[in-house]
């Protein structure tokens, strides 16, 4: 979980592009149809490091719909549904691992 | 605490309608994020994991009533009804919207509260200490010089882009309650031997990546030239720091690499180029900040009063008085610190709800002022001591009763990666555990003061490497992990803790805490040696065989 | 890239010129800071006016000897982030008493312009059109200023003085 803000673009599995929407900083994932959702199922996986580049380019184009855009793992279980890959993309995509202050 | 007037008050709203303009054309595509950035952090809005952070200043940590009312209000409206009181005095809210954020400054606006340089490459909030003004055995208040400074380093048009962050503490009391060695300037109020007050100036000092205890520039600036003597470091800074590596880019490096003695001749040679300075302090520019402070109209009080004596039978509220009520200048008052790490509670958190009912209380009790801590707490500083037992139920009733101050359960936590996007490893739920751990109130007094800090990465915002036992997260093999130090201190005696030995995992950091206690129960000399004291005394060995023993 | 001079974009009387390419002898030209300090004299001998553009990562201490015969000097914002040319401007202004153009070149954009003028700048080559076409209003953006600069500008410390003063004098 090193930020991936610091990391090289580096495949090890199947991937997606992420971010956060610029006008409140809602989590969204980029879609095949070149778009974003805030449902980490409609993320668009690549598999190789380019398609992972193009994906993030393409993502990074859209600078005024979304802020930070970074490649991050997934991982597919047996249905094909699509869960984060690691505990920061965990946190990100289902909250904070605490109880809130105030229940929401 | 000080009075904005109509000056204070013009360039804070014209902040906001900067502000304003600068997200429209953000949301309209007239500015690229690359363009935004460096405006929002100066407006104090980071990106987080979920969302954005805003983080609001609190000048030298001092607040009014109806300021924190106004706090619990942007809490409601504009986030998810609590925030997080920061270790440099501020306040985060974690879940805010960027296009309601104008708004929500503007609200903040009107009552003299603003955002302005809690983030990026430029001056940020000058902290001082919580008791600032009212601890017996201060030289004069150091708040009156934050707020000079404060007003110096606003919008600065040569300072605000320096080649990073640039923080300053200041302290006015024998013992250092403000970590001042551990800032990139750090003040040290003080009368010389002819009676005149002024700085003793330590540049430097910093936690992150490559922690430095800062050292002393120029043992005696006199009041007068602190503004213009400041001007002269943040412009050689400014021209020499490093811009090509941001973990080189400090002042601490700059220091290091020139070595104090060529740092402090720099600073010399352009300061003496700024000869008849307009920066140089008039005793009547000083007086006209200090003629702002508002001080309460204290009442002639005994030092024992009745409703004292009485209380003092209930063995609850004199664990607190104990724990949580410190001496006052003034005879017949005290300091109160409200505890904001309740058992199994994230630290330095507060709801708006409880923000308001503290509010009230300090209306009732304190004169409608309460400070911040660095250490993630509050404190109502002008609390008449025959108030106590009242002020205590009530502040029991909300929760921030806690009696744990100073002590094991009263640890400082960065938010971690729960919410932060630097982080490697979530820093709250071990605070939480911790908390757990060491619930009980005898247990903790019997283990006596000691600073836990917990930071999820290495930019050290936990100040992790001046805490006691100071907990780091790293990441190994996608799995959390901590590093274990022991050993640091932030006051006038700062030192960075040392390593105990390999990283451990999030499951088993409560129990390498606990076996340190441990061993520092087993170990001490006497009852009353501090477990710092016990490792000075030491050495790390002793802690490192207990703990790595059947690791 | 327009140039703002005087609050309004107007055209530009230097000419940047290449080290290797000739001078005239009249009319108003940049050169480098390697050209210049090659052969001062010769240049500023010249009939037409001569700045000059330094880089920001030079002390302009080592300008002073020629300021007061350069018409103008352009400083550099490589980046928007990276401020030190703020501090060559106030330097030169402040310290070295510079009273020819100063300019402000690279990444200049509209939120530092009020920051610009500050420390010192009069002459702007701004990167986007809608920015300089918004020069005036972004310059008035601010009308309190805490600290002092060699703008002439009152700060808050003296504006409070003057008030105090006032109020003493029954006014």
Not at chain 2, 417 to 435: F, G, K, V
Request: glycine share 8%.
């Amino acid at each position: 979980m090193t930020s991936p803000l610091q990391q090289k673009i580096k495949i090890t599995g199947p991937s997606m592009v992420t971010a956060n929407r610029t006008s409140d900083g809602v989590v969204i994932y980029r879609t095949k149809a070149k778009g974003w959702s805030t449902e980490l199922n409609d993320a668009a996986i690549v598999r190789v490091a380019d398609e992972a580049r193009a994906l993030l380019a393409d993502a990074v184009a859209d600078d005024v719909g979304a802020v930070g855009a970074y490649i991050a793992p997934v991982e597919l279980n047996e249905q094909g549904a699509i869960k984060p890959g690691n505990l920061r993309e965990q946190i990100r995509s289902r909250g904070v691992t605490i109880d809130l202050p105030v229940p929401a | 605490m000080y009075a904005y007037d109509e000056i204070d008050r013009t360039l804070i709203h014209e902040r906001v309608a900067e502000f304003r303009d600068q997200v429209k054309r953000r949301l309209a595509g007239e500015l690229t994020e690359d363009e935004f950035k460096s405006l929002r952090l100066m407006n104090g809005v980071y990106l987080q994991l979920h969302a954005y952070m805003f983080r609001v200043a609190i000048p030298y940590g001092t607040l009014s009533s109806a300021q924190l009312r106004r706090l619990a209000h942007v809490a409601r409206r504009y986030d998810r009804g609590y925030g997080h009181f920061t270790t440099r005095q501020n306040i985060q809210f974690n879940w805010i919207k960027l296009a309601e954020l104008p708004d929500a400054l503007a609200d903040l606006a009107d009552v003299g509260i603003h955002a302005m340089q809690t983030s990026g490459n430029c001056t940020r909030n000058i902290t001082a200490d919580q008791w600032a003004g009212v601890a017996p055995g201060e030289i004069e208040d150091p708040r009156i010089w934050a707020e000079l400074l404060r007003q110096y380093s606003t919008l600065h048009p040569e300072f605000s882009f320096l080649p990073r962050k640039f923080k300053f503490a200041i302290t006015a009391s024998e013992h250092d309650r403000a970590a001042i060695k551990v800032h990139d300037i750090g003040l040290r109020l003080h009368k010389n031997a002819a009676g005149e007050t002024g700085f003793e100036v330590l540049v430097g000092g910093g936690l992150g990546r490559t922690p430095f205890i800062g050292k002393t520039i120029k043992p005696f600036v006199p009041g007068r030239d602190i503004l213009s003597y400041v001007e002269a470091i943040l412009r050689v800074y400014n021209q020499y720091g490093r811009r090509d590596n941001i973990y080189k880019a400090r002042i601490k490096i700059l220091v290091h690499e020139l070595g104090i003695e060529k740092f402090a001749a720099a600073v010399e040679e352009e300061w003496l180029g700024m000869a008849d300075s307009a920066l140089t302090l008039e005793d009547a520019d000083i007086e006209d900040i200090r003629s702002r402070f508002f001080y309460p109209a204290y009442e002639k009080l005994p030092q024992m009063p009745d409703e004292l004596i009485k209380a003092a039978h209930d063995p609850k509220f004199e664990a607190w008085r104990r724990n949580s009520v410190t001496p006052h200048k003034v005879t017949g008052y005290a300091i109160v610190t409200l505890s904001l790490k309740p058992v199994g509670g994230p630290p330095g958190d507060a709801t708006a709800d409880q923000m308001d009912a503290i509010a009230d209380l300090a209306d009732q009790y304190s004169f409608g002022e309460i400070r911040v801590s660095h250490e993630q707490n509050l404190a109502l500083p002008h609390v008449a001591r025959r108030d106590l037992p009242a002020l205590w139920r009530a502040l029991d009733r909300i929760g921030v009763a806690t009696p744990n101050i100073n002590l094991v359960s009263d640890i400082i936590a960065c938010p971690g990666l729960d919410y932060c996007s630097l982080a490697n490893a979530r820093s709250i739920p071990i605070a939480q555990e911790l908390t757990r751990r060491f619930a009980n109130h005898d247990t903790a007094n019997l283990i006596g003061r000691l600073h836990i800090n917990i930071s999820g990465c290495i930019n050290a915002c936990g100040h992790h490497h001046v805490g006691h036992i100071g907990i780091l997260g790293v990441e190994k093999n996608d799995e959390e992990f901590y590093q274990i130090t022991i050993g640091g201190r932030a006051d006038e005696n700062a030192a960075v803790g040392t390593l105990i030995g390999p990283a451990v995992p999030y499951g088993e950091v409560a129990d390498v805490v606990e076996d340190i206690v441990e061993a520092y129960l087993a170990l001490r000399a006497r009852p009353d040696e501090l477990f710092i004291d016990t490792v000075k005394r030491l050495g790390v060995e002793p802690f490192r065989e207990r703990v790595y023993a059947t690791r | 890239m327009p140039l703002v001079k005087g609050g309004n974009i107007a055209g530009d009387a230097f000419v940047q010129v290449a080290d290797d390419a000739e001078i005239s002898a009249d009319g108003a030209v940049l050169v480098s800071a390697a050209r210049l300090l090659a052969d001062p004299e010769a240049l500023l001998r010249r009939a037409g006016p001569t700045g000059v553009v330094w880089p920001n990562n030079h002390d302009v201490a080592l300008l002073a000897p020629w300021l007061s015969r350069l018409a103008a000097v352009a400083l550099v914002f490589p980046s928007f982030r990276d401020g030190r040319a703020y501090s060559q401007a106030r330097r030169l202004r402040e310290r070295f008493g510079f009273s020819g153009e100063l300019r402000a070149t690279g990444q200049v954009l509209r939120d530092q312009f009020a920051f610009m003028l500050r420390a010192g700048f009069d002459a702007f080559e701004v990167k986007k059109q809608s920015d300089a076409e918004a020069f005036a209003a972004a310059a008035k953006r601010y009308s309190v200023f805490y600290q002092p600069t060699g703008d002439g500008r009152v700060t808050a410390l003296h504006r409070r003085t003057q008030l105090r003063h006032s109020e003493s004098a029954g006014l």
